[in-house]
């Protein structure tokens, strides 16, 4: 069980003067906002170990207020994130890119939220070389907005394009942010990521002296909602991350609303997972839809949602997203496309309404933090290592091991050739 332990203040006030980044003290110079980089979120579930930190993914504004105050309650650190296609120029969503650093700092300081949390950019996606040139424009402008951490997604792409984009936007990250990247598109159990696979994006990364602190496999997951038992192959995913181990990277989980919580805490047990991220479930909770125990929506025989009396949005808003769907021509997943017209007239309901939103939100996101996903009391474990390290940059986990000779440009095109794998269907697979 959560302790409900506040760190001291004296810590607390010391942790807020080093700890956060310097796009975060321009931004908020006088908030009370313990806002960091990922990359001290991912050494405390080291740290605690068998630990994953929920990365929630912000889709509306109260999934971020219920999202934090589960945190507080939980004494445990937490990632706020939103995704490219979610939030970035191309938005399904109000919340995005650019806003949600302000946000969660806002509430942040409103609820008196004093555990560490990091602003995620989930899913940059890169689909194509012609995207890393913009890519180099707009990445910066997010960590100017407040992004503290971000992951590079050009899974899409093959292997020694993915290694090459990868290597082209590094110099656009600042040093100190959390990094993330990603080998093999999520797309359940097609397409299944390999160890080759992620040791050539490990390799060939380190080789640059590039440390990322998460890598995001393919290993059985799909976005949305989960339409099978599938789920994320455990096996699978622990082979990888042994293989990666002299490399020092953590796992980032997708996918994470279809599985069960069994599964879920397989995945903390077995393999050196500390990032998970949970995103249409906290959406669907929001808006009052009746899910099972870990959170997929549980549909009717017409294969509807069922929303649940007295919980979320009034049932006349319901009815009004309904309607809307339809005539879009939205169903299952493609709810989430309801997150951007809707938001203001989430945030235009009666205060008892948007409260049981977000607090049916809290209650989720606390039993997965402290039944699920081990991550109780690691506030206190991250705020220790702040003050260790007296700075906003703990440096980096692993150290070169790779020759840079043996990883050019032409080098890395031959290598790419050896790689034998099996990349899936072609479609859109956007989370």
């Keep these: ?13 010391k942790a807020l003067k080093v700890g956060r980044p310097p796009n975060i003290v321009r931004l908020f110079p006088n908030s009370k906002a313990l806002i960091v ?26 999934v971020i207020r219920g999202a934090l105050r589960a945190a507080q309650r939980a004494n445990s650190c937490l990632i706020i994130e939103i995704a490219r296609s979610e939030g970035g120029a191309a938005a399904y969503c109000a919340v995005n890119y650019w806003n949600i650093a302000r946000q969660v700092d806002a509430v942040c300081n409103e609820l008196g939220i004093r555990v560490p949390v990091a602003i995620h950019a989930d899913h940059y996606g890169i689909k194509s070389k012609a995207d890393v040139e913009g890519a180099k424009i707009e990445i910066p402008t997010i960590f100017e907005a407040g992004m503290t951490s971000i992951a590079v997604d050009a899974s899409h792409l093959p292997d020694e394009d993915n290694l090459l984009a990868n290597l082209q936007l590094n110099p656009f990250i600042p040093e100190w942010a959390g990094l993330e990247t990603e080998v093999g598109e999520i797309k359940g159990k097609q397409g299944l990521s390999t160890p080759q696979e992620a040791l050539f994006l490990i390799q060939g990364l380190n080789a640059h002296d590039i440390y990322p602190d998460w890598i995001a496999l393919n290993n059985g997951t799909t976005h949305g909602i989960e339409a099978s038992g599938q789920g994320i192959q455990v096996d699978l995913t622990s082979e990888i991350h042994s293989k990666l181990a002299p490399y020092k990277i953590s796992g980032a989980q997708h996918g ?3 599985n069960n919580s069994d599964r879920l805490r397989e995945i903390a047990d077995r393999t050196r997972t500390t990032k998970a991220n949970v995103a249409t479930a906290l959406q669907m909770i929001s808006w009052g839809l009746e899910v099972n125990d870990f959170g997929n929506a549980i549909l009717d025989q017409d294969g509807g949602f069922i929303k649940v009396q007295g919980e979320g949005v009034t049932a006349e808003m319901w009815a009004e997203m309904v309607t809307h769907a339809k005539a879009q021509g939205l169903s299952g997943g493609n709810f989430k496309k309801l997150n951007l017209p809707f938001e203001n007239r989430l945030l235009g309901q009666p205060q008892s309404v948007r409260a049981r939103m977000a607090k049916r939100v809290e209650d989720f996101v606390y039993n997965m933090l402290v039944n699920v996903f081990n991550a109780t009391d690691t506030a206190d474990i991250a705020l220790q290592e702040i003050l260790e390290a007296g700075s906003h940059d703990p440096g980096p986990k692993a150290e070169g091991i790779e020759d840079k000779a043996e990883w050019t440009v032409a080098k890395i095109a031959e290598k790419a050739v050896l790689i034998d794998s099996d990349k899936g269907p072609e479609g859109d697979f956007d989370d």
């Design 1 to 13: 069980m959560a302790t409900n332990s506040a760190p001291a203040s004296q810590d607390f006030d």
């Design 37 to 62: 980089s990922g990359k001290y979120i991912d050494r405390a579930m080291l740290a605690k170990g068998k630990a994953i930190a929920m990365a929630a993914n912000g889709r509306n504004h109260l």
């Design 256 to 258: 994470t609303s279809g």
